[in-house]
């Protein structure tokens, strides 16, 4: 290859050597702005949660359960933190509103968190959701199974109707034909009589 060819690939050529790698700095950005926004949202978190601190003393307390069902959840979806987590917040949200509407203090957030009842009432609501969760599957099997025999029921009727307006022959398969409706030339020959004579007859 002579020098000019040499000159016009390489001016041909993009900068850079084509494409962009897979784990070039494309990638390490999408993971620093990702990175970021966790950081981000960590910092929101910790400056909300020292603006209401005597909230969080209550909500950390009450929300116990929801962070035992999502250590115990071994499903990537997490279904029971899920479903203890809403149930356990509405069981912590009077507690909470009674925290914002009386007194915003620690004093009064210790009276809520000391009172027995709080906790039966938190713990309790943690309970159902745990009854939803073990619950729920068995209910939606049943009234999927009540749903198909609605359907066979159905099925069943449509196929008496048919049987009832163009006979019992709609119901015969094909493979129970009886054997007198085979062609001659496929029965078998009777014993002493050759294939050809049967043929010819």
């Known amino acids: 290859m002579s020098d000019k060819a040499k000159t016009k690939a390489k001016a041909k050529a993009p900068p850079g050597g084509g494409g962009r790698r897979p784990g070039g700095p494309g990638g390490k950005n999408k993971q620093q702005s990702r990175g970021g926004w966790k950081l981000l949202m960590l910092v929101v978190v910790l400056g909300l949660g020292l603006a209401v601190l005597p909230t969080m003393v209550v909500a950390a307390v009450g929300m116990m359960p929801t962070l035992v069902a999502y250590i115990v959840d071994g499903r990537r979806e997490k279904y029971a ?50 009854i939803i969760y073990y619950a729920a599957p068995h209910v939606v099997a049943a009234y999927l199974r009540f749903q198909l025999d609605r359907r066979i029921q159905k099925l069943r009727e449509y196929q008496k109707d048919l049987v009832s307006e163009w006979g019992d022959s709609i119901t015969r398969s094909a493979s129970a034909e009886p054997a007198g409706d085979k062609p001659a030339a496929l029965a078998k020959p009777e014993e002493g009589e050759p294939e050809g004579e049967q043929a010819k007859s």
């Open 81 to 130: 933190a899920f479903s203890v987590g809403c149930m356990n917040f509405c069981g912590v949200l009077p507690f909470m509103l009674q925290l914002w509407t009386q007194e915003h203090s620690f004093a009064m957030a210790w009276r809520i968190v000391g009172d027995p009842v709080s906790w039966m009432v938190m713990y309790a609501a943690a309970s159902v959701g745990w």
